[in-house]
């Protein structure tokens, strides 16, 4: 699995290699619009590549290609990494998942509900319950983030310093201010997207010893050999960076966001985002979902146990609902319907009701630049989608994918 490469005739491996060819032909049209800078899929199954695709840029500005070794902005594509680094740690006896997570990082002890009031005045009561590592697992902490634009405290998060560009002080730093502003609500109660994973990438520091970065490189990226993952771009490989870049109001053509040249990604954060920091390649990330999708392990290396990943990818949502069932109807990185929610992954419950050509047991998460990845466990399928466009609720590009994918399976 060194060269990103075709590895097997698409016929061979249940594909029709024609309808397969349709994926290229609508994820050009976006690119040839202007409305993506360029793409980068893979699609293998069982352990070999079926379908490869690089079209357009990586930098617009440069003229410069999507090529198999360009280094993204994977955002919350982190997310399963993290979940899977606090696991191993459960794997290993350090904690119980309705264990509270103020036992390692006090702050959080007694937290406050909102219970009325605005952003400058809050009104708040005490939470029912300390919020558990589990809760955090499964975004139903209470928690948010800041770019909901939905509520009092989401302002709270803007006003406490957080945003898209920078938060406030290194890791611990950060999870104090967070414990110390109100939740949205009760813990376990309702599930929401927030910054649940950033405060397990502090757990996983304080439990371990090690900092996060060095934690998953011990641990994760070098036992499979992701050489090109961390928290910022490695030294002396800017060229291989992509700009990211956002649609104009008006026109949706794909215009600059962070130039690769001169992006924070280029330095070592103040805080390693176990919620959104990571860069990382194809080739890295499809080392990660072939490990995900053999049971938890590569090349004889486990990260992760199989029944562990077994329960990491089931639904967690009380009584088996969906995400519609039982999350606020903010953004996120998955669709609603018919989708629930596991340990660090969404998962795919009801392919009817979600209205989209998928599988039931499916898993996946994606990230704010529109990349995305789901892993298939009863088609035994992998698929990885990279561009650089933020936020990725632009185009349906994730839907699509799965209706091109599926619809070539023989």
Avoid at 281 to 292: E, I, K, N, S, V
Avoid at 343 to 355: H, M, T
Avoid at 364 to 383: H, N, Q, R
């Amino acid at each position: 699995m060194t060269a990103l490469e075709v590895e097997v005739d698409p016929g061979e491996a249940g594909f029709d290699a024609k309808r397969l060819g349709r994926l290229s032909t609508h994820l050009n049209k976006y690119v040839d619009k202007g409305l993506l800078p360029g793409v980068n899929v893979l699609v293998s199954r069982g352990e070999e590549i079926v379908y490869r695709h690089m079209y357009g840029a990586r930098d617009m500005e440069r003229a410069l290609p999507v090529e198999a070794d360009t280094i993204y902005r994977f955002y919350s594509m982190t997310k399963p990494i993290t979940s899977i680094a606090i696991m191993q740690l459960y794997e290993q006896g350090l904690f119980q998942l309705k264990d509270p997570i103020s036992r390692w990082i006090p702050s959080f002890a007694g937290s406050q509900v909102f219970a009325g009031g605005d952003a400058l005045q809050p009104q708040t009561r005490d939470a029912t319950r300390d919020i558990s590592v589990h809760d955090l697992l499964t975004h139903t902490s209470g928690l948010t983030y800041h770019f909901h634009m939905a509520h009092h405290v989401d302002e709270m998060y803007r006003r406490a310093g957080f945003d898209w560009t920078k938060s406030p002080g290194d890791l611990e730093s950060q999870c104090d201010i967070l414990a110390s502003l109100p939740l949205l609500f009760d813990p376990g109660s309702e599930w929401n997207y927030s910054y649940s994973t950033d405060v397990l990438g502090r757990l996983v520091e304080v439990m371990s010893g090690l900092s996060l970065d060095a934690y998953l490189k011990k641990n994760i990226f070098e036992p499979i050999g992701m050489v090109d993952t961390g928290f910022s771009v490695p030294g002396g490989q800017e060229e291989r960076f992509a700009s990211c870049y956002y649609p104009d109001g008006e026109t949706q053509q794909a215009t600059l966001l962070d130039d690769a040249q001169r992006s924070r990604y280029l330095r070592e954060p103040e805080a390693f985002s176990g919620g959104g920091g990571l860069v990382s390649t194809l080739g890295d990330y499809h080392r990660f979902t072939q490990a995900l999708r053999s049971g938890g392990a590569l090349n004889g290396k486990r990260i992760i146990g199989r029944k562990t990943l077994e329960f990491m990818t089931s639904n967690h949502l009380p009584g088996g609902v969906d995400l519609t069932e039982y999350g606020r109807p903010l953004f996120s990185e998955t669709a609603y319907d018919g989708v629930g929610f596991g340990l660090g992954f969404s998962v795919v419950v009801d392919p009817a009701k979600a209205k989209v050509l998928s599988q039931q047991g499916e898993y996946a998460w994606g990230g704010a630049a529109s990349t995305a990845f789901w892993v298939d466990p009863v088609e035994d399928l992998t698929v990885i989608f990279l561009t650089q466009l933020l936020p990725s609720s632009t185009h349906p590009i994730r839907p699509e994918m799965k209706a091109l994918v599926y619809q070539a399976l023989l």
